[in-house]
């Protein structure tokens, strides 16, 4: 399967009179290995850590990284990778599922629409028309503390954000997914995916529906 990787990128000024923003990608490897990444982003690992963890993301076939950029700092960052193989939606090895698996912006860049602009990016000139997106929200993983926000007020902009891309919440019966009212399956399915590979997705979906 094609995973098309269309390179754009476009220019945000930021607040007062700092250096603008650069939102790219899908970037390659290369690029990313002559950045550094931002303190602050610290959600998911050590931000040296997770640096790798693009560089290795980028380098995949279906791996696309889109990055938010001050000078030669990552201070934002959104990657799609194919699911986990310990997590359900792995099961039955789909070519055109690709998982939304990760967004982050350091602390003082957030609210400037750049986490939009990302995924709005990633989403342009049809590369994922192929594929069936999804991404999981677990409340866990969100910033509650230096937000203020609570959990449905996140939930609230996690959903707004990815419906900016016509992501839309999406039912399973997934454990992890129902073990909190917050959580939630997000999915956009794009409109050159065979009908036979949403069906196979529902059935990802569903696993329990001996319980209905
Ligand atoms: C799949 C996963 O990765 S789940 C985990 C998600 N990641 C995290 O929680 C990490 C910590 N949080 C962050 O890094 C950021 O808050 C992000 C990535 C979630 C959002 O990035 P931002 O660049 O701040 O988002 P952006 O500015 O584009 O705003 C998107 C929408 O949310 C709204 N929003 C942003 N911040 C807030 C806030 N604090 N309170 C209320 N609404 C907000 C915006 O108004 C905007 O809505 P609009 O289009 O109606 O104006």
Not at 9 to 26: C, F, K, N, R, Y
Not at 93 to 116: C, P, Q, S
């Amino acid at each position: 399967m094609e995973h098309r990787k269309i390179y754009h990128s476009l220019t945000v000024q930021a607040a007062g009179d700092g250096p603008e923003i650069v939102v790219e990608g899908p970037v390659t490897p290369e690029h990313l290995q002559t950045l550094e990444m931002h303190k602050d982003l610290d959600s998911f690992r050590r931000p040296k850590d997770q640096l790798e963890a693009l560089i290795e993301i980028a380098g995949l076939p279906e791996g696309r990284i889109i990055i938010s950029r001050s000078m030669n700092t990552i201070v934002g960052y959104v990657t799609f990778h194919y699911p986990d193989p310990i997590e359900r939606w792995s099961e039955g090895n789909m070519i055109d599922l690709i998982e939304l698996g990760a967004i982050e912006m350091a602390d003082d860049y957030r609210g400037l629409g750049l986490g939009k602009k990302m995924i709005q990016l990633a989403f342009s000139d049809e590369q994922l028309e192929n594929v069936i997106t999804f991404t999981t929200e677990y409340y866990w993983h969100w910033d509650l503390d230096k937000t203020g926000l609570g959990v449905w007020d996140y939930r609230k902009m996690m959903e707004k954000l990815m419906k900016s891309v016509d992501m839309e919440w999406c039912a399973t019966d997934d454990p992890e997914i129902c073990s909190h009212p917050a959580n939630c399956l997000m999915v956009r399915v794009g409109k050159h995916v065979p009908l036979t590979s949403v069906e196979q997705f529902d059935h990802i979906r569903f696993q329990r529906r001996f319980m209905y």
